[in-house]
């Protein structure tokens, strides 16, 4: 995936009165990475890996393996393990794709779906944060999240 390059030389330099755009990196580093240890703690509680809970959180609707690999930012070889350890649980199912029968798609099952709804459940630190926001915070946040990649939003 091509990288778009800053328009301007220095990150860590504020444009204007805004933040830099370093600043930004960082809030959303930090966000992120408390996300990642909620999602980690409540996946280990249904016996998943912080891996697999991200595999399944992506399947809402088929995927072809190496999009996976994409999305997860992994080698589409650690995409197999992954997929054989969901797959062994019920949670995931492989489909030959109907117009390449040389690809895979993989398709989250209803008791994969049931095991995300509670994982998202039992992140009690990053649902307590969403509480912390009005309605219009939680809207503005989504947005703007939205606005951040918006070819991974699709």
Avoid: W
Avoid at 38 to 50: C, I, K, P, R, V
Avoid at 57 to 77: F, T
Avoid at 92 to 103: E, P, Q
């Amino acid at each position: 995936m091509a990288r778009t390059p800053v328009p301007h030389a220095d990150r860590s330099a504020p444009l204007g009165n805004a933040l830099a755009p370093d600043e930004l990196m960082e809030r959303l580093a930090r966000a992120a990475a408390g996300y990642y240890r909620d999602l980690a703690a409540a996946a280990a509680e249904h016996g998943l890996t912080l891996s697999q809970a991200k595999m399944l959180i992506l399947l809402r609707q088929p995927l072809p393996m190496r999009a996976l690999a994409g999305l997860l930012a992994c080698d589409a070889s650690n995409i197999t393990g992954l997929v054989d350890r969901l797959e062994a649980r019920g949670l995931v199912s492989r489909h030959l794709n109907a117009t390449d029968r040389r690809i895979k798609n993989v398709v989250a099952t209803e008791e994969g779906r049931e095991a995300v709804r509670r994982i998202r459940a039992d992140m009690r630190a990053t649902s307590a944060a969403f509480a912390r926001l009005d309605e219009e915070g939680r809207r503005s946040l989504h947005e703007l999240l939205g606005r951040l990649h918006p070819e991974e939003t699709a």
